[in-house]
């Protein structure tokens, strides 16, 4: 029996059923009659496995369709195809794509060559393959489009073949397929129309289209563009829709909708839900849109993966089957010979395509990418007629992990935090508070070293009954800190304090804390500045610091207060030369800290208070390079921050600290030192003193500065047990949120956070109020995630007080449910080894062996010639490969391990790509790991102790790893040697566990035992049970041995089968798989990259290598050994026939040259540079075009990378060193270049100075600024633009302003830059840039380092040196430094230059419009330091030719066509064109909008010309001229209608100003317009008028009624201008003739632009005086109503809308200011002054007032 699949008229719902229920299962389950399917019944099955013809019945008939007719076809419905007919796979659904220009290369060589013949054949073999319309396009710039649209059609109806299916017309240009269309019988499709154009023009297009009967797809454009989300599709579609069904009456049968198919799998984010997008939008139209249907270029999907037609059909596969069959796509632009059905895919294929089509994994991209290059390979591995290269796996299964049990105890609530292993800290004993019984020799000697003037009181213990013995009192040395603090912790959050510098800034800026008094008298001849050392008040100004102590303890209800000594180390205090007096300045800070809990304590006992030791990170990083050119180097060790945190620790528990907290943390090396110091002090004193640790991640990554995350800096300090953790500093609390959940989800104390008042504003301040800042703490509290609370940087008693009272009603985190311990791993991120699945899905830690000398002969070779970067190069391909660790081993007898160890270790901290993963340091001298291990801020693992040196040592080597936190691999070897059999392995593991554990106190789950993989299959029978005994050892010992890993080193178990990777591997796989998942091994040291899955090894080989490893026969070992002879043999025929194709792994290879260069830049890659470099030299002119090209194109990406937080400070300067590389790479040549020129010139080049300016691309002087001794992103700056041939003189740190200024001009520097960390740096630099400008230098001044600002250089330090000539520009970063120095020397400088200059007016505008956090002077005090103008000096201009009102009715449009400034314009309609195409005429060169700009110029050109000969617009204005003086008190003025009427006293009106109060950091006045006039007795005028542009509104009236609103806006914009001209031309007027006083001006129309003239013409309700009702007495004067017909609205804006005001000042004098905001003693004084009510006055001055209204 056959169906005839004809059409149906069946309901939508129906149709959706059919086709997703019915599927032919075969292609022979159809065949062809005519132009008509037949399917045969047997081949058509339903879901529910009814026949045909029972499930037939239950089909309704209705509704409606699209008729496709076929040249050939019938047009009776019952013979048409079912929709758009159904493929062989039964899909309604396809076109041909072959017949497109952009579709077919063949297809478009055939229609450029007019060979029209061919082209037929193709559109013929299209409708073979299934095509059911034909798509023809003839798209190309160098085609007649029209002509070939035409013929096509014209030859193809005459074809039969062709000609029997449909057409698709297909063009970018509407008429052409309109040519087209005309030309066919059938009724074709048209592609496309959209609201691009508009909607009026597309309903033009659309009705005729319905004219011509043609079907159209509508593409999901508008006139905002194409739409790329699912929301964007189905709006667009909506809307297209209702206007083609409701407004043109198109058939909606007739519309296919093209939402956009975009291309997915290109790696950035936002395009990875393109194909989820499409899907979803489609059904989503379709429901909403009836009977349209849906469309798409198929092929835009997969575009990222051209040149591989299996990987691309198998995407479309997998995205049509659910498009079509889930959503109803109906309709596509394909290859139809080439499309893969769904259930032909291969199942891991499909997996991949399913991944990547909805974006199911983030790794979706990568895999297929994997997969297209593995398919690439096997093609050309095939056409060579070559095995394949291995399979890419793909995402393994998880397989189940090993229970025993232990691994199954149920987690238990706890009473604690984890405690330290001391008998002090386990037993709770209290501190003694006896600091004098402590007489450990490294603790008298320190205070030994005291600079007290007298010895110190260090004990501070109380009576027993000092207090109640029941909490919440407590007693010192009777109560234990540890028990007192759980019980605060867990009944109520804690209140910790706030910053200490914001309240030392705040006490400044009230009372005088200069240089003076940071000295005191004890230091008052002190050598070097001591100002900005704060941590110095304690002994200089103690009762500052003690003031605020009490205030944080009386005000905030702190609980706990941290000590003044944030900076009080040997190495901080270097800065100041007071590394002696460390000692003293922890004891002072902590000791009236002391007294003022005591204080406190004493007047409310329950309420215990308590010193929180403050250690700081120091200013020197042990994770970080000060040098950009050397990794490895540092510039302090871990030995010195341990010694430089021993004695604070010592100074900090003497004045009597209870509590240590290492705060601020931003490389967690150098907390690690401090925990390490704590450590050793609680072990010489035998003290129980509880640690809290507080660590900083410095931006939204949420990382430390050293680049960990906050898990990761956790699992590094946990072995030091800290009672709390948590954040401080860097963020404020709404920005740490994330972090702090993420913290609050792993640490196992009570957790704390102290955030920031917010984020910093531009000028280094805080702006949340104590309410704002609680506010921000709320979500803590909600969430409940904290045990205690407090503030950072901008926090002061009083936002202490408001989170206090906020966090009341909230209770504090429940510490987490104890349960079983696991191995926390740590380097840039955290490892849960218990968590662990490795890349072949087992329950396996993978530890690289590649960066190990015994396991890579490669790695071996490049350590011994010190090349540490390649080196890093397989390091980070082990991590590629799926290491989880890596292992680091340089044992060698012609290698000092001891040195190359560290060196290795310090720069692979730096390689973000590497130290991703912990470490496991190797090496078989215990003081090489060591030596490791203190460069490591990570969790790392060493390998190995064993008690082959003895119990003692072994004791002490396993104590110092548990100081440090380490893991530590035990090796199953005693006394006697190592461990061969299955009990000596279990033997020697469980002795070496009972010591570690019990008597060492070294932490189970920390340790991993390799009861040592020894080698098989040598055919010595001792060794043939060597890997039974392995596997059955390691489940014994983990039977007995709780908590603890098994680890081995796999190479060595195959090692006689060395040299046959693919043996060796297949061995390990059937070793690991057992040893793993029976015996529960954790750990192993393996070659990622070669590991096999056991259902990859090959049959025969898996039975060979589990007969060998389990020694099960006889003859394994000569069975494998034949097998690895067949594999020898095979790998040498294949080497003698080429060998075989291998996966290309960095596609970025086959880029362009200019990409490659690039793409080595940004991902820091040297490995190809010099042969990259080389290839590109060859094709360019010049080797400085080449460092002008891609160089510089890959550093403006890492710019705006690293100015986006997308790479960090490590990437930038390996970038930097790539760059160095390539430009030391062309030097030579360039060299070369010059010398021939010179040789050309008739010169010598011998007498050539190679120092000679001209060798570089210019000179800059770097420097650190007086008082900051910070030069690290300096330097990165000095690194990067060396690497650019800039000479760049670096004069250190600490540099005056007179040294600035006398290297400056003694090197004659094209540019200086100025660097500082600290806040005082700030005002230095401002010192320097006034000294630049007293002296007359001309060099641009750069600004840089963490404190500053482009804010704060724009309001700051740029009004004191700015000019166009020599410009003060922030540099936000090191990587753009090098464009802001070639913008600044080279052609396009004035444009550049003019760009920054109008960004900082525009920011201090803003900044002073609009700041709240201010300081403001007084009215009177504002008054008394106003603009003193000396009017005998400098008098007033002379009177004016005309007193009184004139009527400016005589100005026509074309005479004020001159003074048009078109930049405003331009601006209106939202095109800016980017430098150095900024600004009219400018515009019209920028790549971007300079066509676009250009066309609307001429339009306005066009239209201004018709509005000029027209008259359609006039000008009228008014212009007012009176005698004027200020009043008495300086601050309105006064006018007079006539000299008579000033001499009587009789004003005709007064103008009332505002004045400035804003207070101000220099010595500048308080500006008021009152202060340009003269005084009473001197004869000053003033001047004012209003101007409008008349017939806009009328001519903007005509347009809408015509629906014009382009040219609607265009009126509007144009009459802007001409009153903006009017202005100008009228002001010029006043100047020269009607006042008169500026009469020998000669200025051009550009120069009037910039503002050149004598005086001002500010506006009411502008910066200079921002109250609006001064426009009513201006209209009162001036008559402006009246006279010129220029009204106010009741809200005082001028009708028309065209219009302006302005007054007039002429004295030279006056100049344009910002009022700022005011107080409300001059707001009553104003209003008083108005006679208006204050309610009325603060009103209208809402906007600028410096306080909340009433």
């Known amino acids: 029996m056959y169906i005839r699949m004809q059409a149906c008229r069946m309901p939508w719902a129906d149709m959706m059923k059919h086709q997703k229920i019915w599927r032919f299962r075969t292609k022979s389950s159809l065949r062809r009659v005519g132009s008509t399917w037949l399917g045969d019944a047997a081949g058509l099955r339903h879901n529910t496995s009814k026949p045909f013809e029972k499930c037939l019945r239950a089909t309704s008939l209705a509704s409606c369709r699209t008729w496709v007719v076929p040249r050939c076809g019938c047009l009776d419905w019952r013979t048409l195809l079912w929709r758009t007919c159904t493929t062989i796979w039964a899909f309604p659904f396809e076109r041909g794509e072959r017949c497109n220009i952009s579709g077919s290369i063949r297809f478009k060589k055939l229609m450029m060559s007019g060979d029209y013949g061919t082209a037929m054949d193709i559109a013929k073999k299209q409708v073979e393959d299934g095509a059911h319309v034909i798509d023809i396009n003839v798209d190309d710039g160098m085609l007649d489009g029209l002509a070939a649209m035409q013929k096509f059609v014209k030859i193809a109806v005459t074809e039969p073949e062709v000609a029997k299916v449909p057409f698709m017309l297909d063009a970018s240009k509407f008429e052409i397929v309109m040519a087209g269309l005309k030309w066919c019988q059938g009724k074709c499709i048209v592609n496309s129309i959209s609201l691009k154009v508009g909607e009026e023009l597309f309903k033009e297009q659309a009705t005729l289209l319905k004219k011509h009967g043609a079907a159209v797809v509508v593409m999901a454009f508008d006139e905002e563009g194409q739409a790329a989300t699912e929301e964007e599709k189905v709006r667009i579609c909506k809307r297209s829709y209702d206007i083609l069904v409701n407004e043109v009456h198109f058939p909606p049968e007739d519309i296919i909708f093209d939402p956009n198919v975009l291309t997915i799998g290109t790696g950035m984010e936002e395009h990875a839900n393109y194909g989820v997008d499409f899907i979803n939008a489609t059904k989503r139209i379709k429901e909403i849109c009836p009977y349209v249907k849906i469309s798409g270029g198929i092929s835009n999907l997969s575009f990222g993966f051209r040149g591989v037609m299996k990987v691309r059909e198998s995407i479309h596969s997998v995205f049509l089957q659910h498009a079509i069959l889930e959503s109803g796509m109906d309709v596509g632009i394909v290859n139809a010979h080439e499309m893969i059905a769904y259930s032909e895919l291969e199942d891991d294929m499909k997996e991949l395509c399913e991944n990547l089509v909805f974006n199911k994994t983030p790794e979706a991209t990568d895999d297929m990418l994997e997969r297209t290059a593995w398919e690439r390979a096997y093609l050309d ?142 230091f008052a001849n002190w050598s070097c500045n001591m100002k900005g050392n704060n941590d110095q008040l304690s002994i200089t100004q103690p009762h500052i610091i003690k003031g605020i102590y009490t205030e944080y303890l009386e005000v905030g209800g702190s609980d706990l207060i941290g000590t003044n000594t944030f900076s009080s180390t040997t190495i901080a205090m270097a800065d100041y030369e007071m590394e002696d007096y460390v000692y003293e300045l922890n004891y002072a800070g902590a000791r009236l800290a002391r007294e003022a809990c005591d204080e406190v304590t004493a007047r409310d006992p329950t309420k215990p208070r308590f010193v929180v030791g403050a250690m700081g990170p120091t200013n020197r990083t042990g994770s970080i390079s000060p040098s950009v050119e050397d990794p490895s180097a540092r510039n302090v060790t871990f030995d010195e921050l341990v010694d430089a945190y021993f004695q604070q620790v010592v100074g900090l528990m003497d004045g009597g600290a209870d509590i240590l907290m290492v705060e601020t943390i931003f490389d967690t090396l150098n907390a690690k030192a401090a925990l390490y110091a704590i450590g050793e002090y609680l072990e010489f004193s035998g003290l129980d003193i509880p640690v809290f640790v507080s660590g900083t991640l410095v931006d939204q990554s949420g990382r430390t500065l050293s680049g960990q995350t906050g898990e990761a800096f956790y699992a590094s300090i946990r072995h030091a047990k800290p009672m709390c953790v948590g954040l401080n500093c860097a963020l404020g609390a709404k920005h740490m949120t994330p972090f702090v959940e993420k913290l609050a989800n792993c640490v196992e104390c009570f957790l704390h956070v102290y955030s920031n008042a917010g984020l ?184 190995s102790i064993s008690l082959k040196v003895g119990e003692e040592l072994f004791k002490e080597q396993a104590t110092l790893l548990k100081k440090h936190g380490a893991a530590v691999v035990v090796m199953a070897f005693d006394e006697e040697g190592q461990a061969a059999t299955e009990e000596e392995k279990v033997r020697i593991c469980k002795r070496s566990y009972d010591i570690l554990v019990n008597e060492v106190h070294f932490p189970p789950e920390d340790i991993i035992f390799d009861p040592n993989v020894l080698t098989i299959g040598t055919g010595m029978e001792e060794h043939a049970n060597y890997g039974v005994d392995f596997i059955n050892a390691t489940k014994r010992i983990k039977e007995i041995c709780p908590y603890v890993k098994i680890s081995g080193g796999i190479s060595n178990l195959s090692f006689g089968f060395r040299g046959v990777m693919k043996i060796r591997e297949s061995i390990h796989s059937v070793f690991l798989h057992n040893a793993i998942l029976e015996s529960g091994m954790d750990v192993g040291i393996v070659n990622a990259h070669e590991m096999l899955a056991l259902s990859e090894v090959e049959p025969d080989i898996r039975v060979a290598c589990e007969n060998l490893v389990f020694n099960k026969t006889p003859d394994a070992t000569d069975v494998m050994l034949e097998l690895t002879k067949r594999e020898k043999d095979r790998m040498e025929a294949l080497k003698n026939g080429g060998g075989a194709s291998e996966v290309k792994q960095t596609s970025w290879r086959d880029l362009d040259v200019t990409k490659r260069l690039e793409h080595s830049l940004i991902h820091g890659i040297s490995q190809y540079v010099d042969q990259d470099v080389e290839e590109a030299r060859q094709k360019a002119e010049k080797p400085l075009h080449i460092i002008e090209g891609p160089l510089m194109d890959g550093m403006n990406i890492i710019g705006d990378l690293f100015g986006a937080g997308k790479m960090f400070l490590p990437q930038v300067i390996k970038s930097a060193r790539v760059m160095k590389k390539a430009v030391a790479f062309l030097i030579p040549f360039m060299e070369k270049e010059k010398r021939e020129k010179l040789i ?80 005082p740096s700030l005002d230095e630099m401002v010192v320097v840039a006034k000294e630049l400008s007293k002296g007359g230098y001309k060099q641009p001044l750069l600004i840089g380092g963490a404190t500053t600002s482009k804010m704060h250089t724009a309001v700051k330090v740029s009004p004191n040196y700015f000019t166009l000539e020599h410009p003060v520009i922030h540099v936000l970063d090191a990587s753009r430094s090098v464009t802001v120095v070639s913008s600044l ?228 914009a144009l009459a802007d201008r001409f009153v903006e001209a009017f202005a100008e031309y009228l002001h010029r007027v006043i100047r020269m003739d009607m006042w008169g006083y500026a009469q020998d001006e000669i200025l051009g129309e550009q120069d009037l632009l910039k503002i050149k003239y004598v005086g001002i013409r500010p506006a009411p309700g502008y910066p200079s005086q921002p109250d609006h009702t001064e426009k009513t007495t201006m209209w009162n004067v001036i008559k402006a109503k009246e006279l010129a017909g220029i009204t106010l609205s009741e809200s005082l804006s001028m009708i028309p809308a065209a219009s302006v005001s302005a007054l007039v000042f002429a004295h030279p004098e006056s100049c344009y200011f910002a009022v700022g905001q005011v107080g409300k003693d001059q707001v009553e004084s104003y209003a008083k002054r108005k006679n208006m009510d204050l309610p009325i006055a603060e009103r209208w001055l809402s906007p600028i007032l410096n306080y909340e209204r009433d």
């Not at 027993?464 to 028990?483: I, K, L, Q």
């Not at 009341?808 to 429940?814: I, L, T």
């Not at 005998?1432 to 002379?1438: E, S, Y």
Request: glycine share 8%; with cysteine; charged share 25%.
């Open 381 to 522: 591995a095939k056409k060579k007629g070559l095995p394949p290269p291995r399979k890419p796996r793909g995402k393994m299964p998880k397989l189940p992990r090993k229970q025993f049990d232990y691994d199954n105890i149920s987690p238990k609530p706890a009473a604690e935090p984890p405690l330290p292993t001391s008998d002090a800290a386990r037993n709770h004993v209290p501190n003694h508070y006896c600091n004098s019984r402590l007489t450990h020799e490294k603790i008298t000697a320190i205070r030994a070293g005291s600079t007290l003037p007298t010895p110190p009181s260090i004990d501070y213990a109380q009576p027993n009954d000092t207090y109640p013995e029941s909490f919440p009192h407590f007693v010192r040395g009777r109560d234990s800190v540890r028990e007192y603090i759980t019980s605060l912790f867990t009944n109520r959050i804690a209140i910790y304090d706030g910053a200490m510098g914001t309240m030392i800034q705040n006490y400044a800026k009230k009372n005088k804390l200069e240089e003076e008094e940071y000295r005191g008298e004890r």
């Open 760 to 943: 910093p504003n531009a000028m280094g301040g805080y702006d949340e109020t104590p309410e704002d800042m609680a506010v921000q703490n709320k979500v803590f509290f909600e969430k409940g995630w904290l045990n205690m609370v407090g503030g950072c940087c901008g926090s002061t008693p009083q936002h202490i007080k408001a989170i206090r009272e906020m966090s009341e009603s909230y209770k504090p985190r429940k510490l987490p449910d104890v349960g079983r311990p696991k191995m926390w791993l740590s380097g840039l991120e955290d490892l849960v080894v218990e968590d662990v699945h490795n890349h072949l899905g087992l329950p396996f830690l993978n530890v690289g062996e590649r960066c190990n000398i015994s396991g890579s002969i490669r790695f071996k070779k490049l350590m011994m010639s010190g090349d540490y970067g390649t080196a890093m190069d397989i390091a980070k391909k082990q991590v590629e490969d799926g290491a989880h660790v890596i292992d680091i081993n340089v044992d060698d007898g012609m290698l000092d391990g001891l040195a190359a160890m560290q060196k290795f270790v310090k720069i692979a901290v730096t390689e973000p790509e590497v130290a991703k993963v912990p470490f496991m340091l190797d090496a078989s001298k215990f003081e090489i790991v060591m030596a490791g291990l203190k460069w490591c801020q990570g969790k790392c693992i060493v390998n």
């Open 1240 to 1319: 050309a010139e008739g010169k010598n080049p011998e007498d050539f100075d190679e120092n000679d300016d001209s060798n570089f691309a210019g000179k800059v002087l770097m420097a650190t600024v007086k008082g900051d001794v910070h030069d690290i992103g300096k330097n990165i700056v000095a690194v990067v633009l060396g690497c650019n041939n800039y000479k760049v003189y670096d004069i250190g740190v600490m540099c005056s302003c007179e040294l600035i200024l006398e290297k400056a001009k003694k090197y004659n520097v094209d540019v200086i830059g100025l660097s500082g960390l600290i806040t």
């Open 1385 to 1612: 020397l080279g052609e396009n400088k004035e444009e550049y230059v003019t760009d920054i200059m109008e960004e900082y007016d525009e920011m201090r505008e803003d900044y002073y419009a609009g700041l709240e956090d201010r300081y403001f002077m007084t009215f009177d005090q504002a008054k008394a330091q106003k603009l003193k103008i000396d009017f005998d000096a400098v008098p007033p201009a002379p009177a004016p030719n005309k007193i009184g009102v004139t009527l400016i009715d005589n100005v026509t449009l074309q005479d004020v066509v001159p003074y048009i400034d078109w930049n405003p314009f331009f601006q209106t309609w939202e095109l800016r064109g980017r430098y150095p195409n900024r600004g009219y005429p400018k515009i019209f060169n920028d790549e971007a909008v300079g066509s676009e700009a250009k066309k609307l110029f001429d339009d306005a050109q066009k239209l201004m010309m018709e509005i000029i000969a027209n008259k359609s617009m006039h000008l009228k204005g008014v212009v007012g001229l009176f005698p004027a003086n200020c009043t008495e008190d300086g601050e309105d003025v006064q006018i007079f209608a006539s000299e008579e009427d000033r001499q009587a006293g009789r004003p005709l009106d007064t103008f009332c100003m505002l004045r400035q109060q804003a207070e101000k950091e220099s010595d500048d006045p308080y500006l008021s317009q009152a202060d340009f006039i003269a005084p009473s007795g001197y004869k000053d005028h003033l001047g004012m008028f209003a101007v409008s542009c008349f017939g806009c509104e009328a001519l903007v009236q005509k347009y809408e009624s015509e629906h014009d609103d382009y040219n609607k806006i265009m009126s509007q």
